[in-house]
């Protein structure tokens, strides 16, 4: 026999009272069971969703074309880029270790696209895997428990699109979010599971918030914060147990305040802090099904159960089968969103990178919340923890398989016939345009319209793709340019499926079995009619965006941000005006410290007919001009906007000057 007073071990960061050897062994022969039988089911969950999921994609963000081009890259040369590759254009700077995964993924699929898919599909559902792992009980009827609320929570909640799987659904495709979460979440669970010593552990710890800079920001700093949480939970453990002496309690609160200081500096000195602090400030869309302005009511809400779970597990009240685990990866995980919305409040944050963190918040938890309203009858169910042990494992990964289908319900698109019209175009375009792979298709989705040609013939996309591919995707250097330049090009590619079939005079190629085919591009003139005095917002045009022609940037919930030193709108009327026409619009500058003006020159044609001027006082509004009769002869107007001081934010691409919310052209009736 052993001594069964009951010890507190700072490795463990929980009190344990083992009876006698033996029962402390089967004890440890039941976890190993435990966690074979949960890497074997895991692996099988793998291979079913695969099988299942592996041939579609999920997501309609054209973020895909960046995040498909930096895995082909690496994939083709072996070798991440040095910045100086500018048609990678951001991504050339991006951490580029999950992106080096998917290229690995594609040298097994045959594919680069599937091996991005496949390997964001796989991330899902390591993510759920690990979760749950998080929250099992020591027994199979508590865990089955837990798990059965959880999926149930997952289901009810799925429809807001706030849980894992939402980063690569929809219109999101938060790729190195999504694959680095289910990279961070396993690493906690191992190295909080109280099982290393804590001078071992503060020096892992530390390099492994170094190297997990070159994965993605937001895992660094989930894992930053989880070990910061990991070393004050056990701090605060040993001050409140009597049976700890001075000298553990004094030492615990030593290594807090060392990793405390050097957890941040190896954030701060981390070559890549500048790009996480960029990331940090970028902004940007994201599809959630609630205002975006709900979000950090959401994180906080979820930082208040996260933690009464810490002071639960403080005071030795929590039962699950490695609290300190559980403990430590929760308050990472919502460390990190705080740290996020902290910054957002100061002013060097941004909401979008506060709302990016709600899928991995909310996810955990809901698990915690399946995790506490099982934990009461933990006691008395633990009587089978010693029965049917492997059935646990296999619980977990079937539980992680159904959540992680429910959070992937959006319907899928195969990858398939993108492959099949890829190849059609490769070969069948024309000599003189070699590869090129420009398109315009209104019906299809942006992930569509990208993957079977890589753009479209409304040049801001198509741009682009020559930004992020090269200009090898549009037959050269020519082509690329005459395309940046706003310059028309010779062929387009369409898919049959869901354009009107082209006249035959217009087809170049064509192919039933890809669904696509190559046209010439005279033939694809936006025939969009504007209705005299309609208002039209932007936010809500159809897709290939009509009326917005070269030098606009993606659409956003509220409206449009140019791109670049000009932009134009182009509209054609039901019949030429023999008046003159009013442009009204609502609008808002881009203004910063360092541009904290904003002037807009207004030609119609070439003829300057205004100019709009935004300062801090005056950032936003309604504005318009008036466009002689000279200049609306005709049945088209072209109205460009100039802007002479367009500049980029902080860590951005895009150049800014103005947003563009809605607009209408009303006749001027003279007296």
Request: glycine content about 8%.
């Amino acid at each position: 026999m052993i001594d069964a007073k009951p010890k507190f071990d700072l490795r463990l960061g929980r009190r344990y009272a083992p009876r006698n050897l033996l029962r402390h062994l089967e004890l440890a022969h039941q976890r190993m069971e435990m966690r074979i039988s949960f890497l074997i089911t895991a692996i099988v969950a793998l291979v079913t969703a695969i099988a299942l999921w592996g041939g579609y994609y999920y997501s309609t963000s054209t973020d895909f074309a960046l995040h498909y081009a930096l895995v082909e890259y690496i994939g083709s040369h072996g070798a991440w880029p040095d910045g100086s590759v500018q048609r990678l254009e951001v991504m050339s700077t991006y951490p580029a270790v999950t992106h080096t995964l998917a290229a690995v993924a594609s040298k097994v699929t045959g594919s680069f696209i599937y091996g991005t898919a496949t390997t964001a599909l796989i991330s899902v559902l390591i993510s759920y895997l690990f979760i749950l792992y998080a929250v099992r009980f020591e027994d199979l009827i508590s865990t089955f428990l837990v798990c059965t609320i959880f999926i149930a929570l997952i289901y009810f909640i799925d429809k807001y699109h706030v849980v894992v799987g939402g980063e690569i659904s929809g219109n999101n495709f938060y790729f190195a979010q999504m694959v680095s979460l289910a990279i961070v979440i396993p690493i906690m669970q191992v190295m909080f599971s109280g099982r290393i010593s804590p001078i071992k552990l503060a020096v892992l710890a530390v390099g492994t918030t170094f190297a997990l800079g070159w994965v993605y920001p937001m895992a660094t700093m989930q894992f930053a914060c989880g070990t910061i949480a990991y070393f004050g939970v056990v701090a605060l453990q040993t001050l409140v147990d009597h049976r700890t002496s001075r000298k553990d309690i004094s030492r615990s609160f030593l290594l807090l305040f060392g990793i405390s200081v050097a957890i941040p500096l190896a954030v701060v000195l981390h070559p890549t802090f500048a790009d996480m602090s960029a990331n940090a400030a970028h902004e940007g869309g994201i599809n959630l099904n609630l205002p975006a302005t709900f979000v950090p009511k959401i994180l906080l809400v979820c930082g208040l159960v996260i933690t009464g779970l810490s002071f639960a597990h403080i005071i030795g009240k929590l039962n699950v089968a490695n609290p300190v685990a559980l403990t430590a990866t929760a308050l990472g995980i919502f460390g990190a969103a705080f740290v996020q919305l902290f910054a957002f409040g100061v002013g060097v944050g941004s909401l979008y990178g506060v709302a990016k963190h709600v899928f991995p918040v909310v996810t955990i938890t809901l698990a915690i919340l399946a995790m506490l309203m099982v934990a009461p009858l933990a006691a008395r169910l633990r009587r089978t923890s010693g029965r049917y042990v492997g059935a646990r494992g296999a619980t977990l990964s079937l539980a992680a398989f159904f959540a992680f289908a429910a959070s992937m319900s959006d319907a899928g698109r195969p990858l398939d016939p993108i492959l099949r019209s890829q190849e059609f175009l490769s070969t069948n375009l024309p000599a003189d345009a070699a590869r090129q792979s420009a398109s315009m298709n209104k019906d299809l989705l942006p992930m569509e319209n990208f993957a079977i040609s890589l753009g479209d013939l409304h040049y801001d996309k198509v741009a682009s793709a020559v930004r992020a591919l090269g200009p090898a995707v549009v037959g050269g250097s020519e082509t690329a340019n005459r395309i940046l330049a706003g310059q028309p090009i010779k062929y387009a590619a369409l898919g049959l499926k869901t354009s009107p079939q082209p006249p035959q005079e217009c087809v170049v190629a064509q192919s039933l079995e890809a669904s696509t085919a190559i046209v010439k591009d005279t033939c694809l003139e936006d025939n969009t009619i504007y209705r005299m005095g309609e208002w039209i917002s932007v936010a809500n045009l159809r897709e290939d965006r009509p009326f917005l022609r070269q030098g606009w940037s993606n659409q956003e919930h509220w409206g449009i941000w140019n791109d670049g030193s000009s932009a134009t709108l182009t509209l054609k009327l039901e019949k030429p005006s023999t008046s003159a026409l009013r442009l009204e619009a609502n609008v808002i500058g881009y203004i910063s410290k360092e541009v904290p003006q904003q002037t807009v020159e207004i030609l119609a044609g070439e003829l300057k007919v205004g100019e709009w001027t935004f300062t801090e006082s005056e950032r936003s509004g309604s504005r318009q001009i008036v466009v002689p009769p000279s200049a609306a002869t005709s049945e088209k107007i072209e109205i460009r906007f100039n802007f002479p001081n367009a500049t980029s934010p902080s860590g951005a691409t895009r150049r800014l000057a103005m947003g563009l919310i809605g607009f209408r052209i009303t006749e001027v009736k003279s007296n």
